[in-house]
């Protein structure tokens, strides 16, 4: 029975988008690349595991993957490298010059005495553009300042944004959204462009050096990854960050803003939450208390697809084996 209950595990951890591993390993769970670029993937990992051995295996199930490149050999083989951060647990692989015949599937791994800990995801090497990307993996700011990420989303199927930091915490983008994320505030503000881009700009207000780290956007099953750095203030610096954003095109319809609106602005508004007197004000109780609705409405139907579906093969297993005795 042991092989059956495996497999639908397995199962399981795909239908409901799981991107943690089950012994400690966690990742993202779909990436998708345009041809020619490069994707960053960081694979986080439990405590117990900082001076094990780290690998990047290719394959579509864990016991046929082929390693192909390890933290105790050569960090690069080819288009392919890793680095360990032990001070984050989190552990990079840069792959490079991506070809559509690199899609499939990859594993995060740890190399240990007994069972290698591992988790998989899903990488799309496209040569169109593709569903789900970034302007940048990697950006900076300062103490005190702020950074902006913009994720853009080329299908047309409306899906649910959601705002993760690796290992913390998620924020489920519904509209809008003015918050604080593992103490540093968050807001957001979704558009749609002429070309029918999704677009959403983040941006981390008030920046401390514990916001460096990995982060990533989320629509749907896509996931993208993004490496925030803090770097100390000097006295050059000044804490007032210059305006990252660009005016937004009178053919960008705005979804909604937690910024107040201003008499340049000739955007049209969707179903505005608040009016733009009241536009700025705290987050209340009550927003939480639905953004913890939002978080179980979004899993639940997932889990309970997953475990009918796990119950129907566990029936079909036993009456597979009562029919053979």
Request: net charge neutral; with cysteine; hydrophobic share 35%.
């Amino acid at each position: 029975m042991a092989p059956h209950l495996s497999l639908l595990l397995v199962i399981f951890s795909r239908l409901s988008g799981t991107q943690a591993g089950a012994y400690g390993v966690s990742t993202v769970s779909k990436v998708s690349v345009k041809t020619g670029n490069y994707i960053t993937i960081p694979c986080r990992y439990d405590q117990r595991y900082i001076q094990y051995v780290k690998y990047w295996c290719q394959g579509d199930y864990w016991n046929s993957c082929s390693a192909l490149v390890r933290t105790d050999q050569p960090k690069i083989s080819g288009t392919v490298s890793i680095s360990d951060d032990v001070t984050r647990r989190i552990f990079s692989v840069n792959m490079t010059d991506l070809q559509p015949e690199d899609s499939g599937y990859y594993w995060c791994a740890v190399e240990t005495a007994g069972r290698d800990q591992n988790t998989y995801l899903h990488l799309s090497v496209t040569t169109g553009t593709p569903e789900l990307y970034v302007d940048q993996q990697e950006v900076s700011g300062v103490e005190g300042g702020s950074v902006t990420v913009r994720c853009y989303y080329s299908n047309t199927v409306v899906k649910k944004w959601l705002w993760c930091k690796m290992g913390i915490y998620y924020v489920p983008l519904v509209g809008r959204y003015s918050g604080i994320l593992d103490g540093t505030s968050v807001t957001s503000q979704q558009t749609i462009d002429h070309n029918n881009r999704h677009i959403l700009t983040v941006t981390l207000n008030g920046l401390n050096m514990g916001d460096t780290g990995w982060y990533w956007c989320s629509r749907g099953d896509l996931q993208m990854p993004v490496h925030i750095t803090v770097n100390q203030l000097t006295t050059t610096q000044s804490t007032t960050p210059a305006s990252t954003t660009t005016p937004t095109p009178s053919s960008t319809i705005i979804i909604s803003t937690v910024n107040q609106l201003t008499t340049t602005q000739t955007d049209t508004i969707i179903n505005p939450a608040v009016s733009s007197s009241t536009s700025q004000a705290p987050v209340n109780n009550t927003h939480h208390v639905a953004q913890g609705w939002e978080r179980t409405l979004f899993y639940l139907p997932k889990t309970v697809n997953a475990v009918l579906f796990i119950l129907c093969n566990v029936i079909a297993v036993v009456k597979f084996r009562a029919t053979r005795l």
